[in-house]
Each structure stands twice: as C-alpha cells, then as structure tokens.
C-alpha cells in the first residue's frame, strides 16, 4: 500500500479499515445533506437516501485499482478521508472530505500541498474531479490545478509536477 505522510503538525493518516464504517458514512452524510436541505423529504428520508448513495459510491471506490485510502486524523480525532488512486499517468485525488468543524483551519489546503508534493517525487501529475459549485474550487485554483475536461456537473482538473 503506498504511504503519506502529513507534513501538518496536527494531522495523521491510517489506512480505511471496516471498523470505519460508521465515521465514514456520518462523514459522507456530512459533506452531501447541504445539497438535500432544499428537498421536500424528512429527515428520516434523506438519511435513507444518503445511505444508499454511500453504499453505491463505497462499492464504486473499491473497484479501483491502485488505491490508498486513509482516514485523517487531527490531535487523535478521526475528521475526514483522503482516497487516492496511483496511476501511471497521474496520482489521482478520489476523495478529500473533512467533517465541517475541520474545514477553514488548514487541514485541507496541507493535505493537498502533500499530495503535490508525492506526485511531484512520481513525476506525475494530480488529478482531481470537483463539482463546479464547490466552494475548494478556489484553493484548487490557488494551488495550480486547472480545468483539462468539462464533465457537465464536474470539472476535471489537474496539476502539473513540478520539474
């Protein structure tokens, strides 16, 4: 399994095991109820629906080959996931979710120049699809990512290594 290490002084990762089931399901409900604060549902009814969307993105994400998925840690407090996916022609970005008392302190934008700097040691590029409404598409920008492909709700975006 490839490795990272945080360069934040506050952060750790470990490798996803099962017993994270359940942080990793309240962290996805987290990030995604926004979106379905508007729909005319119970809340019972969204968190049904934001399980089953958890269960099918999981079983996507495990498809993938040549994956690291880790969850981030901050002074021992489990706060998020980052999911990569190492290929040939890019190190790509699955996933990078923090629970929303963890966001605006840093964590991401760390995580992210670590990131970099791992595909720059590759040689390779980063690669990343964000939903064009989201509000990090800023520090992705910030960070050098530029859109390569429109994907109507998603951009793609990479970052070239530094030579």
Known sequence: MKT????????????????DHAFLLELYCSVRSEELEPAPWTQEQKHSFLESQFAL?????DAYTGQAYFIVSARSQDIGRLYLQYR????SIVDISLLGTSRGLGYGSSLLHDVIQAANHLCRPVQIHVEKFNPAMRLYQRL?????QDKEVYLKLERPFDR
């Open 88 to 91: 040939d022609d890019a190190l």
């Open 4 to 19: 990272l290490i945080p360069s934040h002084p506050e952060l750790t990762l470990r490798p996803v095991t099962d017993s």
């Open 144 to 148: 050098g990512f530029l859109p390569v």
């Open 57 to 61: 993105q999981s079983r996507a994400y």
